[in-house]
């Protein structure tokens, strides 16, 4: 008897046994054709037996590869995951295939011969890469890359796709012919073709989802901006990548590089106990200035004294961006008489506009457009008008203020614009591609205000990566110029580092105790919140510190309600057991969960 132990990509963390027939010869990695309930599923071998405890086990339809899909340490590597994540083996296993392999196509894999496999030594070197911009920091670990390629492969993430193609331009110069990319807008073909050629002996650059597809004989990977916060995944399967890189470089015996001009607090905390090693390019100079919005300016948007400072900056030809972080032309559209604000039919949240599309109101969230009546439908007597300040009517008050200045959008953008208005979006270019001179933060108070434990650490790395694009001075405009986030920020980062620490510390906050935070949502708003009242009822119970359940912001997206419970722990492994065993209940109870935990 030849029983084969067969996982799906199902949320049951369990194998199946089934019959091989005589003339069958499997592996472990390999994938098979079975019968599974009513389907014929695609399943991989991650066992082989001489018994089985089921008395009547159906056959094995087919061998789908030739030699396994994936090796021991991908299968060992699947199995670590489902000890920090409660999603099951098979799930971890069918995020390292390709679509295309997740049917019953076959599939041919050339065999490396056996003298070309090197054995690597099985050490592991961590360090984190400090300087101001790409090309700097890139100019740190491209001499560890041409090393590692002689050994094995070596695998690149990126945190965002825009990113990754500016980054692509000044890499493939120094390996030519060399560089396969992967990230999740390649079409399901071009990634299978790029998965097959990229096992081993390849430079794999690539988004979050590269680092799922990583060569068989890794040597070297490379977290760029591992401070980002788009390596975050909070939707099935959550998890974050730095954690599964260093995950997977302990399981490889790989080196891991994380590179950015500022380390996360766990990486930080990892440096000061030797850990990880520490190699930097110098500091820059600190060019940020604040400055404290008067009591007399406090209503207007663009103060006197920045209006001034804009005015002289003018004068000396100097160019000029403008931050602003609120998308569109007005921020709500409302009726003048009673008051009643245009909401989405689908989310809770408010409508904007736009100056293209003046007579449609715009979802935040969900993008979806409807026509603006002229008269409120609520009172049947209002007009309805726009307020709040987004970034287009920004752009229109500074051409306002300065009719003989060219004015535009980041979008827009010239050599000879003088005042460029952006948002975030500014960070998707290349420090040193675009050269300014000033920069104007406006809004800086919005990102403080955030009811968010790590509200004065994102922004304080915020402006520091933002303080990068400007040659002279920064100018950060508060209304709470004597936070302790302004009185570190002309001093060397680890000060403020130290000072974050010690708060943490003192609260049990990340990383010094463990956070989680459950979103479930549905479409019934009250069959949810009795769920929600249920789960928090149940991890009260295992005597864990749970708040809530409060209404997530909008509470409606998409047609869906949505409520979220916040875990506290002081230890990591506690909360990710109870984690594991809670949301797997609820998953298999249909569900729809998202989850983040730190």
């Given at each position: 008897m030849k029983v084969a132990k067969v996982i799906l990509p199902i949320a049951l963390d369990k194998a199946f046994d089934y019959l091989m027939p005589d003339s069958m010869s499997l592996a472990k990695g390999m994938r098979v054709l079975v019968d599974f309930?009513?389907?014929?599923?695609?399943?991989?071998?991650?066992?082989?037996?001489?018994?089985?405890?089921?008395?009547?086990?159906?056959?094995?339809?087919?061998?789908?590869?030739?030699?396994?899909?994936?090796?021991?340490?991908?299968?060992?590597?699947?199995?670590?995951?489902?000890?920090?994540?409660?999603?099951?083996?098979?799930?971890?296993?069918?995020?390292?295939?390709?679509?295309?392999?997740?049917?019953?196509?076959?599939?041919?894999?050339?065999?490396?011969?056996?003298?070309?496999?090197?054995?690597?030594?099985?050490r592991l070197e961590k360090s984190f890469i400090e300087a101001k911009s790409f090309v700097e920091r890139y100019s740190l670990w491209k001499d560890s890359v041409k090393e590692k390629l002689k050994e094995g492969s070596v695998l690149?993430?990126?945190?965002?796709?825009?990113?990754?193609?500016?980054?692509?331009?000044?890499?493939?110069?120094?390996?030519?012919?060399?560089?396969?990319?992967?990230?999740?807008?390649?079409?399901?073909?071009?990634?299978?073709?790029?998965?097959?050629?990229?096992r081993h002996n390849t430079l794999l650059?690539?988004?979050?989802?590269?680092?799922?597809?990583?060569?068989?004989?890794?040597?070297?990977?490379?977290?760029?901006?591992?401070?980002?916060p788009y390596y975050f995944q909070a939707e099935k399967p959550y998890h974050h990548l730095l954690d599964v890189a260093h995950l997977l470089c302990e399981i490889k015996g790989s080196d891991l590089i994380l590179s950015a001009d500022y380390p996360t607090l766990a990486t930080y905390e990892k440096i000061k106990e030797n850990k990880i090693k520490l190699k930097r390019k110098g500091q820059a100079i600190k060019n940020i200035r604040v400055v404290e919005i008067g009591e007399a300016s406090r209503r207007k948007v663009i103060s006197p004294l920045a209006r001034e400072l804009m005015r002289k900056n003018l004068e000396a030809n100097k160019r000029m961006v403008v931050l602003w972080h609120r998308k569109g032309f007005g921020k709500v559209v409302?009726?003048?008489?009673?008051?009643?604000?245009?909401?989405?039919?689908?989310?809770?949240?408010?409508?904007?506009?736009?100056?293209?599309?003046?007579?449609?109101?715009?979802?935040?969230?969900?993008?979806?457009k409807k026509d603006l009546p002229s008269i409120c439908p609520q009172c049947k007597k209002g007009y309805l008008r726009t307020s709040g300040l987004g970034i287009?009517?920004?752009?229109?008050?500074?051409?306002?203020i300065f009719p003989e200045a060219k004015i535009c959008s980041w979008e827009e953008r010239k050599p000879d614009s003088q005042i460029v208005v952006s948002g975030a979006k500014?960070?998707?270019?290349?420090?040193?591609?675009?050269?300014?001179?000033?920069?104007?933060?406006?809004?800086?108070?919005?990102?403080?205000?955030?009811?968010?434990?790590?509200?004065?650490?994102?922004?304080?790395?915020?402006?520091?990566?933002?303080?990068?694009?400007?040659?002279?001075?920064?100018y950060v405009f508060s209304r709470n110029s004597n936070h302790y986030l302004f009185r570190n920020i002309q001093k060397k980062w680890e000060d403020f580092y130290q000072t974050e620490v010690a708060l943490r510390k003192e609260l049990y906050l990340p990383p010094f105790g463990a956070l989680a935070k459950i979103i479930l949502r549905a479409p019934n708003q009250k069959s949810l919140f009795k769920k929600c009242e249920n789960l928090y009822n149940k991890l009260k119970g295992r005597k864990l510190e749970v708040y809530g359940p409060f209404e997530e912001y909008p509470f409606q997206l998409r047609g869906n309600f949505r409520y979220s419970l916040i875990i506290k722990s002081k230890k990591s492994t506690q909360l990710r057991k109870i984690m594991k065993e809670e949301v797997g209940r609820l998953r298999r109870a249909g569900i729809k969960i998202a989850a983040v935990i730190k």
């Open positions: 309930g009513v389907k014929k599923r695609v399943g991989i071998v991650v066992g082989l037996s001489k018994k089985s405890s089921q008395p009547k086990l159906k056959s094995i339809i087919k061998a789908l590869d030739h030699t396994p899909s994936l090796d021991k340490d991908q299968l060992e590597f699947a199995k670590a995951l489902t000890k920090m994540y409660p999603y099951g083996l098979g799930e971890f296993l069918f995020m390292m295939l390709p679509s295309a392999l997740k049917r019953s196509g076959q599939l041919i894999l050339e065999e490396v011969p056996a003298e070309k496999i090197k054995e690597r030594p099985q690149v993430c990126f945190p965002q796709l825009e990113y990754l193609k500016e980054a692509l331009k000044v890499i493939e110069k120094d390996f030519p012919g060399k560089v396969k990319v992967i990230h999740s807008q390649k079409s399901q073909a071009q990634i299978l073709k790029l998965w097959k050629e990229s650059v690539g988004s979050r989802v590269a680092l799922f597809y990583y060569p068989c004989d890794l040597a070297l990977c490379v977290i760029e901006e591992e401070n980002s409302s009726c003048n008489a009673c008051g009643y604000i245009i909401t989405c039919d689908r989310c809770s949240g408010f409508l904007k506009t736009t100056l293209k599309e003046e007579h449609k109101g715009i979802c935040f969230y969900c993008g979806s287009e009517k920004m752009e229109v008050i500074l051409k306002g500014i960070l998707s270019s290349l420090y040193g591609q675009d050269n300014f001179d000033v920069g104007f933060f406006l809004d800086v108070d919005n990102f403080l205000s955030r009811i968010d434990y790590e509200a004065a650490f994102d922004t304080f790395i915020y402006l520091e990566k933002l303080s990068h694009f400007f040659k002279d001075t920064f």
